[in-house]
C-alpha cells in the first residue's frame, strides 16, 4: 500500500466566503487564496452549519451537525465528549497529528480530542510572556475589544502578532519533524476575527483604498442611537466604517500574505499533500446593520472552503451546499480510511468526479444569542435561502441567484415559502425543543444553546 497523503487543515476565525479576490471582492488583496482556488477546488456556497466559534469546530472536527454534537449555540465551558474526531481517527491509523495556533475552542482544555500535539493559546501567551517587554498586558495594551468594530493598528513588531507566530510555529515544527508517519497537521488563526489590528502596513492599506459600502436589504431596520461598542447591530458611516473595514481587510492581506510563508514550508513534506482552507463562520460587518456572526445571512454563514491537492482538479467551481461537517468525511476518503456511519457529513469527492448533486438542501441554525430574535434556522440549496426566527416565527426567503446580498425578502411569496417551510418541518420535527408539531412550526419554545439531553 502506497503511503497515506499529508493533510493539512488551514483554519482563520470569522473570515467571510466572499472575503477574498477570487470570490468578487475587488478591495482585499488575496493573492495566495487566489491561487488555492485556481489550483483547486471552490465551493462557493459553503455555510457554518452553526455560526459561533465553539459549536461550529465541533461540526469540523467531528463530521457531525450542531445537534448531535449537544451544541446549537454559543455557550462556553461545556464539556464534549464526542465517539470520535477527525484528528483522533487519523492518529489511530497512524497519522501525527498536530494543532499550532488558534484553539479549536473545545472543553475541557485538557482533553486533546485526538490530536497526539497541540501547541495553541496558551503556547503563544507563553511565548509573548518570555519575548515581549511588559508581557501578556502588552497584547491589549492597544485598547481594541475583541468582539467590536473599533479598529487601529497593531501596536508592537509584527513577529508578536498571533497570524505571525501561528506559522512561525508551524514552519519551527515542520523543519524539526522526523520520521515517515503520514501528517494530519491543522494551523488556526484568530484573525480576521477581532480585535480588528493589524499591522500599520495593512491598515494603512486599506484606509488609502475605496471599500463597498456594506449592504443594507429593503427589510433591514437601523438600530437605535445608541449602541455598545460591541453591539451585533450598527449603523457605521464615515471614519468609523472605514477603519472598521480596513482593520478587518488588512487582517485578511496579513493573512494571506504569511500563507506564502507557511505554504513554502508544506512544500518540503514528503508524500502527496492535500490543503483545506476554509472558516468556522462569517462576520456581518455592518451588512444589513448587524455586526458579528450567529445569522443565517451569507455574510455571517457563509464561509470560504478550498481544497487543493494531487487529483483535485484546478478551477474546479462548485455551487452544492456544503459545510464544516463535510471535512471529515473529506479527509478520511483521501486517506483511504473507513467513514464512521455516524458522520452527517458527506465527501466532497464525489462532487469532483462529477456526481450530480447529492444533498437537495443544507441546513444550519443558531439558538438565541443576543438580545433580541436571534434564534434561527436555515435552509439553503445554493440558488434559495429560506430563514426561520424560532422566537417570533418570523420567515424570510431570499433568491441568492438573482440577489446574492439577500436585500430582496420573498417571504410574501406564499407558494414558495410553504416548500421551504415543509422542508424545515421534515428537518425539525425529532427535535426535543418542539419546534414543530409536525404540520406547523411551533415559535417561542425555548431554544437553548445546550441540547437537552
Not at 480588528?196 to 427589510?219: I, N, S
Not at 477603519?243 to 514528503?270: E, K, M, P, T
Not at 476518503?333 to 455516524?342: C, D, F, S, V, Y
Request: proline share 8%.
Amino acid at each position: 500500500m502506497s503511503r497515506q497523503p499529508n493533510i493539512v487543515l488551514i483554519v482563520p476565525d470569522q473570515m467571510r466566503g466572499d472575503a477574498f479576490g477570487s470570490a468578487g471582492q475587488p478591495a482585499v488583496l488575496t493573492p495566495n487564496l487566489d491561487a488555492l482556488a485556481a489550483g483547486g477546488a471552490w465551493f462557493t456556497r459553503a455555510y457554518s452549519p452553526c455560526p459561533s466559534c465553539i459549536a461550529a469546530r465541533r461540526c469540523l472536527l467531528s463530521g457531525r451537525t450542531a445537534f448531535h454534537n449537544g451544541l446549537v449555540g454559543y455557550k462556553e465551558g461545556v464539556t464534549w465528549k464526542p465517539p470520535f474526531t477527525l484528528p483522533g481517527l487519523l492518529a489511530a491509523a497512524g497519522y501525527q497529528s498536530v494543532h499550532i495556533g488558534r484553539t479549536m475552542h473545545q472543553h475541557p482544555h485538557s482533553n486533546r480530542f485526538g490530536y497526539t500535539q497541540v501547541f495553541d493559546e496558551q503556547a503563544y501567551l507563553e511565548f509573548i510572556a518570555a519575548e515581549l517587554p511588559g508581557g501578556r498586558r502588552q497584547l491589549s495594551a492597544h485598547g481594541i475589544g475583541v468582539n467590536g468594530w473599533p479598529a487601529r493598528p497593531w501596536h508592537v513588531a509584527e513577529r508578536f502578532h498571533q497570524t505571525n507566530w501561528a506559522v512561525d510555529r508551524t514552519l519551527d515544527f515542520l523543519e524539526a519533524r522526523r520520521g515517515k508517519r503520514p501528517l494530519f497537521l491543522s494551523v488556526g488563526f484568530s484573525a480576521p476575527h477581532p480585535p480588528l489590528t493589524p499591522p500599520a502596513f495593512y491598515f494603512d492599506r486599506y484606509l488609502r483604498q475605496a471599500l463597498p459600502a456594506p449592504v443594507v436589504g429593503e427589510w433591514a431596520e437601523p438600530p437605535g442611537a445608541h449602541r455598545r461598542v460591541e453591539s451585533e447591530r450598527v449603523h457605521l458611516t464615515g471614519e468609523a466604517l472605514r477603519s472598521c473595514q480596513a482593520g478587518y481587510f488588512g487582517l485578511i492581506n496579513h493573512l494571506d500574505d504569511q500563507l506564502s510563508r507557511l505554504l513554502s514550508g508544506l512544500s518540503g513534506l514528503s508524500g502527496e499533500t492535500y490543503v483545506f482552507f476554509l472558516s468556522d463562520h462569517g462576520e456581518m460587518l455592518g451588512d444589513h446593520y448587524l455586526f458579528r456572526k450567529c445569522f443565517p445571512y451569507e455574510g455571517a454563514a457563509r464561509i470560504p472552503f478550498l481544497l487543493c491537492g494531487p487529483g483535485i482538479p484546478a478551477g474546479f467551481v462548485s455551487d452544492q451546499p456544503v459545510g464544516l461537517e463535510d471535512v471529515l468525511p473529506t479527509a478520511l476518503e483521501l486517506a483511504g480510511l473507513t467513514i464512521p456511519g455516524a458522520v452527517d457529513g458527506r465527501s466532497l469527492l464525489p462532487l469532483l468526479r462529477g456526481q450530480p448533486a447529492w444533498r437537495e438542501y443544507y441546513h444550519g441554525e443558531h439558538a438565541k444569542c443576543y438580545a433580541s430574535e436571534h434564534g434561527n434556522h436555515f435552509l439553503t440549496d445554493g440558488r434559495a435561502k429560506y430563514c426561520w426566527y424560532a422566537q417570533s416565527g418570523r420567515e424570510q426567503l431570499f433568491d441568492l441567484v438573482n440577489d446574492p446580498h439577500e436585500t430582496r425578502d420573498l417571504a410574501g411569496d406564499g407558494a414558495r415559502v410553504s416548500v421551504w417551510r415543509k422542508r424545515l418541518i421534515q428537518e425539525l420535527k425529532k427535535r426535543p425543543e418542539g419546534f414543530t408539531d409536525g404540520k406547523r412550526l411551533r415559535a417561542g419554545r425555548p431554544y437553548p444553546a445546550v441540547v437537552a439531553a
